[in-house]
């Protein structure tokens, strides 16, 4: 059974942290692409951060590079997302996907910069 399964979302100050984290199973994670998405209240679903199967190449939205960064484990079928200098506006629920023959997603996890 193919699983992405999010964690590390919550409430922080505007500032904060947060470390975002998306343990993958039942496919071969490392044979694919990783991203993460967010979608705001009322927005559509963007790209906030990518990186190819065994992290070489990454990218990111222009509004959040410099202070988050995707990073992937593949020994523990786990991508990550650090999140430094939260702004209100990063308020979205994340959600990671993998991509290569196939098309995976997570449930999503709620992340909320609020003071």
């Known amino acids: 059974q193919v699983q992405l399964v999010e964690s590390g979302g919550g409430l922080v100050q505007p500032g904060g942290s947060l470390r975002l984290s998306c343990a993958a199973s039942?496919?071969?994670?490392?044979?694919?692409?990783v991203r993460w998405h967010r979608q705001a209240p009322g927005k559509e679903r963007e790209l906030v951060a990518g990186?190819?199967?065994?992290?070489?190449?990454?990218t990111y939205q222009d509004s959040v590079k410099g202070r988050f960064t995707i990073s992937r484990d593949n020994a523990k079928n786990t991508v990550y997302l650090q999140m430094n200098s939260l702004k209100p506006e990063d308020t979205a629920v994340y959600y990671c996907?993998?991509?290569?023959?196939?098309?995976?997603w997570g449930q999503g996890t709620q992340v909320t910069v609020s003071s």
């Open positions: 039942g496919f071969t994670f490392s044979n694919y692409a």
């Open positions: 990186m190819s199967s065994h992290g070489g190449v990454t």
């Open positions: 996907n993998a991509i290569s023959t196939f098309d995976y």
